[in-house]
């Protein structure tokens, strides 16, 4: 539905906001977003887990190894300082875009 | 329960992850799937479709490798196309150019590796190039000269009844038993030969010259006397050769003749380091033997002349002058004496003519001079009349090399070193190869993927092999700086008086060895790369495909058996090296019979500046008295023959009541003419008798002194003191006045041999040249200027050379077994070092591998102490049989040489002449050196052991 640019761009500021508050795993970060834009975003596998590794890589987010007991061991993800200073940095931008959008087009977000 | 895992790890395969990374993305994505799944069936899916939704993204235009591909960063950037053979494209250069770069990226990547591969094959590498330029210079090179193919050298055999009038010279050429065979030649005899070639009408030769040694002129340069080595030639040698001098003009035929103006033409080197290379010394005059020379050529800086590898002339003379220069010492003969034998011959032959036409056309002549010539019988078995079948008799050789007969000599040394350097060689490969083999192992994985998604077997094993060429090439690289690096040691190797190699050949590294450079490099890594390439794409390994990622972790039993390879040769070098060892240490423990601390030495040649008779006498008083007083001098002495020098003066004796007829040449006895206090300065005690005393001159009857052995061997049951003997050549009987204890003479090696003295007084003829003997309060070097000093004084233009302490003399004649000891212990050493390396590295590999194992055996109660054991016992189970192999093939090799190959009596000669002291099989070397072994194995196991010990049990039993 969405153009597949905007939609990379975007899923990254995404991902970095669900766990922004509290650590996550892959698949409670794919459910959340889901469920948060009312199944406008939906993700699988193949689509997540190479945005989650590349952040990963770029150190905005950090994964670890969590054993819990009578569980399997999960791999959590936290957002890094340096995560949390791009996050609220594109937070600006996008606020800013949009600003333009609606002072051009007419586009009013919610 | 469907699994995942295997789905996702069959996804990921083409991507050649790293083993760690690859079994985490495993873990998290099929986790996430095994969510989907189970929040599916919750939501009531059945089984199947929640299956296939839960699959859907992943299949679809394999987004999931693509992208993660993207993010990962791969062990290797070489992309794979799933699914699809690059079929067809015989891009061959730009398919080579991507393997090289490839290879390029492997190589830098594993440094470690690459660093120590690269390193051996250098030193093996680097070695044999060394080695093979000195093969070059010594046996294959040709001399500098125009076609230098269509020079023949003679030769001449006859039967053991053929006598000459003398000879002098070295010549080594094989004939068969029960001749004599030379190549040295009469004057006059040449002269017949040469006469015999111009006149005949179609002579297969365009040239005949002859050529030979004049050693040890004294040659004056401005003020500075110095001893040089000459040759004499005759007119169209220069002419034969087709040799034309760097400068100035060549010796002719015109130059040859008797009242011709006397000429001299100088060698390259001489010029440069003497004459400072200035083209102004043509027409200037050069003083040889107090004779006045005209400079008229020099040669090119290539040429070294014609003679045996070892000697450059550098000054060289017609053969007419030979007479005016050695004075009395004259081999053409003089009005005492008759010519000796001591020329070589050379020819050149006429286009399409062989050395067997050249041989016919002069062998007529040649006979009928060489029996000419022949000495009256001086023996009662020898025949006045030879028969015909002992006739003398041309033999010609190739001369292109100049004389071959020291060359040979050396052949066996050199062929010696080449061997050992070979198998250092051969031992760095086998460790590279087994590195190769365990690498190939790592990337099974990969290989067999690349393999089951169709690449050609060829293209891979091409693409290993172009590794380990490149490895090999910057091996070769890295070991012709080596080489250069060589060249100064093979200089020591090379030494006038030590080496075990002949002295001042060219060693310059040119085409012909690079050219093998090269050669060796292509093979060793074609040799090392092969196999290992072949084993690794061998179709059983796609079993690792569908296998987990641990794969069986054995090593291979070519890998075993490349270590025990390499301990074995490894034992025979260092056997080796502990023989020569020990045989040095025997020699220099031997009992010289004097005592040599503190013993200056220098050597005068006083005949060369024409001393003789009355004055040589003078002049020795006087220097004596001078020494006698100098201070820091306790005692001066001299004698004829240097000790521990392999310097020697023998000849026949006469026993009472025997004559020359009857025992001529039945006893031989080596003899020294000394002064007075000759045994008092050297601290040789007197045993019977008296010393000689200043009394004892040329006046006075003629007296003698005798050794131990002399007495013991000529005169056992009786006293000697009273006897007269004759010595064979001398005038007269002497009369023995008193024994000495034996000493040695040549060398510490050799067995001691009846010893006579004469005063130096009674032996005015024999002394024209000295080996001064000084001691001294202290260091005797420190009196070396002083005593210049002192002779410079008497006569300014006589050199005094081979100034040195006894003590260092005696070293120096054990510096071939010195070179001996120190080269086998290096190549041993370093033989012993790249298989402790290769066994380290085999071992590392093996625990990497196992690391699954060791967990689950400290899981299950193993200590770290079993576990470093077993990889310990994984070692030496092969060190162990290397040197059982090893000790069986040294004693298989020596059964086979003395049986076979040299015969039991000749291995036994060659075993005596080269060890002292030791045998070959001695048992306590091989002991030693097997603990050695032993020991050195033992620390190249600890080290991976000790990793396997520290494997952490629960991450090695997370690897599945």
Known sequence: MLDRDLKRGSTEMLIMAMVEDRPRHGYEIGKLIEQRSNGVLQFHVASLYPLLYRLEKRGLIKGRWVEKAGERRRRFYTLTAAGRKILAEQRRTWKDFFAALDLVAGINPA | ?960
Request: with cysteine; hydrophobic share 45%; glycine share 8%.
């Open chain 2, 1 to 960: 329960m469907p699994d995942w895992k295997k789905e996702i790890r069959e996804r990921l395969a083409g991507l050649r992850l790293a083993p760690t990374r690859e079994a985490e993305i495993v873990e998290e994505l099929s986790q996430y799937l095994e969510d989907c799944y189970e929040e599916l069936l919750a939501g009531g899916m059945t089984k199947e479709d929640a299956w296939r939704t839960a699959f859907e993204g992943l299949d679809e235009s394999d987004l999931l490798a693509r992208e993660l591909s993207k993010v990962e960063r791969p062990v290797s950037q070489e992309p794979v196309v799933f699914g699809a053979r690059v079929a067809g494209r015989i891009n061959l250069l730009s398919d080579l150019w991507r393997d090289l770069r490839f290879g390029i990226r492997m190589l830098v990547k594993s440094k470690g590796f690459t660093i120590v591969a690269v390193l051996s094959l250098a030193l093996g590498i680097g070695a044999n190039t060394a080695l093979f330029s000195v093969v070059d210079a010594v046996l294959l090179k040709t001399l500098p000269v125009a076609e230098p193919e269509r020079l023949v050298l003679f030769a001449w055999q006859a039967g053991r009844p053929f006598r000459v009038s003398g000879m002098s010279g070295t010549s080594n050429v094989p004939g068969p038993p029960g001749t004599r065979t030379l190549s040295l030649f009469r004057y006059e005899v040449f002269e017949k030969m040469r006469q015999a070639r111009s006149q005949a009408t179609e002579s297969p030769l365009s040239d005949l010259f002859a050529f030979a040694p004049i050693q040890e002129m004294n040659a004056v340069v401005g003020d500075q006397a110095e001893i040089v080595s000459g040759q004499a030639v005759s007119g169209s040698y220069y002419a034969g050769l087709r040799m034309q001098p760097s400068l100035g003009r060549a010796i002719t035929d015109e130059d040859d003749k008797p009242g011709a103006s006397p000429v001299v033409v100088l060698s390259h080197q001489y010029w440069q380091e003497r004459l400072g290379g200035s083209p102004a010394v043509i027409g200037q005059q050069l003083k040889l033997n107090k004779q006045s020379l005209t400079i008229i050529g020099v040669t090119p800086p290539a040429f070294t002349g014609t003679m045996q590898v070892d000697y450059h002339p550098a000054v060289t003379v017609p053969f007419a002058f030979e007479p005016l220069l050695q004075g009395e010492r004259s081999n053409l003969g003089t009005k005492d004496q008759p010519g000796v034998w001591w020329i070589n011959l050379m020819g050149r032959l006429k286009p399409g003519a062989t050395q067997e036409q050249a041989r016919d056309s002069l062998n007529g002549a040649f006979q009928a001079a060489a029996l000419e010539v022949m000495p009256p019988p001086r023996k009662a078995n020898q025949p006045a009349q030879l028969e015909p079948k002992d006739y003398p008799r041309l033999i010609t050789e190739s001369g292109s090399r100049g004389m071959l007969d020291r060359r040979r000599s050396y052949s066996p040394t050199i062929y010696g070193l080449f061997i050992v350097v070979a198998l250092v060689l051969l031992i760095a490969c086998a460790n590279v190869a087994n590195l190769l083999l365990a690498r190939a192992t790592l990337r099974s994985a990969e290989i067999s993927v690349r393999l089951a998604v169709g690449a050609g077997r060829w293209r891979l094993v091409r693409q290993l092999l172009t590794e380990s060429v490149l490895l090999a090439a910057l091996g070769g690289v890295a070991g012709v700086v080596f080489a250069f690096w060589a060249r100064s040691a093979l200089r020591v190797l090379t030494d006038k008086d030590t080496g075990i190699l002949p002295n001042g050949v060219d060693l310059t590294l040119n085409w012909r060895v690079l050219v093998f450079t090269l050669a060796v490099s292509l093979l060793t890594g074609v040799l090392f790369g092969l196999v290992p390439a072949w084993r690794a794409t061998s179709k059983d390994l796609t079993m690792a495909l569908k296998q987990s990622r641990r794969t069986t972790g054995a090593v291979s039993r070519l890998s075993k058996g490349l270590i025990v390879a390499q301990v074995a040769l490894s034992l025979l070098l260092l056997i080796g090296a502990g023989l020569f060892i020990r045989t040095l240490y025997n020699l220099q423990q031997v009992n010289l019979g004097f005592n040599q601390e503190n013993l200056l030495l220098f050597r005068l040649q006083a005949q060369q500046n024409g001393y003789k008779d009355e004055r040589l006498m003078q002049f020795y008083q006087q220097l004596l008295a001078r020494l006698d007083h100098l201070p820091g001098v306790r005692a001066a002495t001299f004698g004829k023959v240097a000790l521990i020098a392999n310097d020697n003066w023998f000849f026949d004796i006469l026993l009472p009541g025997e004559t020359e007829m009857t025992a001529a040449g039945k006893h031989i006895t080596n003899r020294q003419a000394v002064r007075e206090n000759y045994f008092s300065t050297l601290e040789i005690p007197l045993l019977q008798g008296r010393s000689f005393t200043a009394q004892d001159d040329e006046r006075a009857p003629r007296v003698a002194i005798v050794s131990q052995t002399f007495a013991r061997q000529f005169f056992p049951d009786e006293d000697v003191l009273g006897k007269r003997v004759t010595i064979i050549d001398n005038k007269g009987e002497v009369e023995i006045v008193g024994v000495v204890a034996d000493t040695k003479y040549m060398s510490q090696r050799e067995e001691l041999k009846p010893l006579i003295y004469t005063p130096w007084q009674q032996e005015v003829a024999d002394i024209g040249e000295m080996r001064f003997t000084l001691r001294t309060a202290g260091e005797p070097t420190a009196l070396a200027a002083t005593v210049r000093q002192v002779v410079r004084e008497l006569d300014s233009n006589l050199p005094v050379t081979e100034v040195s302490t006894q003590t260092a003399r005696t070293q120096a004649t054990l510096g071939q077994e010195r070179q001996s000891a120190r080269l086998l212990s290096f190549f041993g050493g370093l033989a012993l070092l790249l298989a402790a390396i290769g066994l380290s590295g085999v071992l590392a590999y093996s625990v990497a591998q196992r690391t699954n194992e060791m967990g689950i055996r400290m899981a299950l109660g193993a200590q770290a102490a079993n576990v470093m054991r077993l990889v310990v016992w994984q070692g030496m189970k092969l060190v162990l049989l290397g040197l059982a192999l090893g000790a069986a093939t040294g004693y298989g090799l020596k059964r086979l040489l003395a049986s076979q190959y040299f015969g039991e009596d000749a291995w036994q000669r060659q075993m005596a002449e080269q060890l002292y002291g030791v045998k070959g099989t001695d048992p306590l070397t091989f002991f030693v050196i097997a603990a050695l072994l032993t020991l050195v194995a033992l620390i190249a196991c600890w080290v991976p052991a000790r990793k396997a010990a520290s494997v952490d049990p629960l991450e090695a039993l997370r690897y599945e």
